[in-house]
């Protein structure tokens, strides 16, 4: 199983990118979806979770700005990110906890980092 995220790249404040990531292997299931971001000299931080049912969980600092979506069949997490702000520059990571098919375990994920600068 791993994970592959796409979308990161450069753009000026006001803003926005899409940023997507799909799981790939023997899934049997994904219960939550999450992206994280660590920008330089900061620690990683949650920016948002999604469930297999849909529920959602933001930081405060991107409320009304971000909106995390899920395709199940894809097995793919998507980040919108609108109203971009300089200090929402970072490398976002996916992150998922996923069931493996055949064995039933469960076992937590990484992508590979995409990065995101939001410079004038």
């Known amino acids: 199983v791993q994970l592959q995220a796409f979308g990161g790249g450069s753009v000026q404040p006001g803003g926005s990118l899409r940023l997507s990531c799909a799981a790939c292997?023997?899934?049997?299931?994904?219960?939550?979806m999450t992206w994280y971001r660590q920008a330089l000299g900061k620690q990683r931080e949650l920016v948002a979770s999604?469930?297999?049912?849909?529920?959602?969980n933001y930081a405060e600092s991107v409320k009304g700005r971000f909106t995390i979506s899920r395709d199940n069949a894809k097995n793919t997490v998507y980040l919108q990110m609108n109203s971009l702000k300089p200090e929402d520059t970072a490398v976002y990571y996916c992150?998922?906890?996923?069931?493996?098919?055949?064995?039933?375990?469960?076992?937590?994920?990484w992508g590979q980092g995409t990065e995101v600068t939001v410079s004038s």
């Open positions: 292997g023997s899934i049997f299931r994904i219960p939550v």
């Open positions: 992150n998922a906890n996923i069931v493996a098919r055949v064995t039933f375990t469960q076992a937590n994920y």
């Open positions: 999604i469930t297999v049912g849909g529920s959602t």
